[in-house]
Structure formats: C-alpha cells, structure tokens
C-alpha cells in the first residue's frame, strides 16, 4: 500500500503564493498518477490538477489555469502544487490522491488512495 502525506498549508496574504507537497510512501514501486483535489466546506469536491508517472504529463483544473501548477520529484515520490496568485475562494481542504495506471486523470472515482489533506486558510 501506499500512503499520501500532505504539508505546506499556511496562512498567506491575498495575491500571494503557497507550496504544497505530498510525499508517498510504502509501496511506491507501481506506477501511479497523483492529484490535487480541494474541498471547502459547503462544496463540491474540485479537481486542482494531476501529474502523471515520469511526470511528463498533467492536468490542470479549471479552478487552478493559469495560477497553479504541479510537479514532481519521482527520485522523492513527491508531488508538489505551486500556487500563485491566491484567492479567497482557494481555502479549502487541499487532499493528494495517487491513482494506479500514470495516466493524470481529472476524476476523483480513479484515484484510490487519498491522502488526511492540508487546510489552506483564508488569504489575508
């Protein structure tokens, strides 16, 4: 099994930019896609963005073009979400999730290990 453990969550100023990170650990020797997925309170669940297995390819969601990226570092079996330009409407419960398979994929039914999640809280 592999288990998702995220960090990086921390107050930040309106406009301004935050790191995210997962690291993956146990059974990291299969090949797997991870995902971003944010969730507030109230909400649907949103997809943020995903990155393949070599790291080559990803996605990324509506809620994120053009101000959020992702990355990965496989020698860490780390992903990382870069933000920029923060929002008000970006807190949220951000949650890594690694789907079996390395293709990225913007539905959370494919990803079967999910991370506790890391707070995001309002920009001030």
């Known amino acids: 099994q592999v288990q998702l453990v995220e960090s990086g969550g921390g107050s930040v100023q309106d406009g301004g930019s935050l790191r995210l990170s997962c690291v993956a650990s146990?059974?990291?020797?299969?090949?797997?896609?991870m995902g971003w997925f944010r969730q507030s309170p109230g909400k649907e669940r949103e997809f943020v963005a995903a990155?393949?297995?070599?790291?080559?390819?990803?996605r990324i969601g509506d809620v994120a073009k053009g101000r959020f990226s992702v990355s990965r570092d496989t020698g860490k079996n780390t992903i990382f979400l870069h933000m920029s330009n923060l929002k008000s409407e970006d807190t949220a419960m951000y949650h890594c999730?690694?789907?079996?398979?390395?293709?990225?994929?913007?539905?959370?039914?494919?990803?079967?290990?999910w991370g506790a999640g890391v707070q995001v809280p309002p920009s001030s």
């Open positions: 999730a690694a789907a079996f398979g390395g293709t990225p994929s913007a539905d959370f039914s494919d990803y079967k290990l």
């Open positions: 146990g059974r990291t020797d299969r090949r797997y896609a």
């Open positions: 990155i393949g297995w070599s790291g080559a390819s990803t």
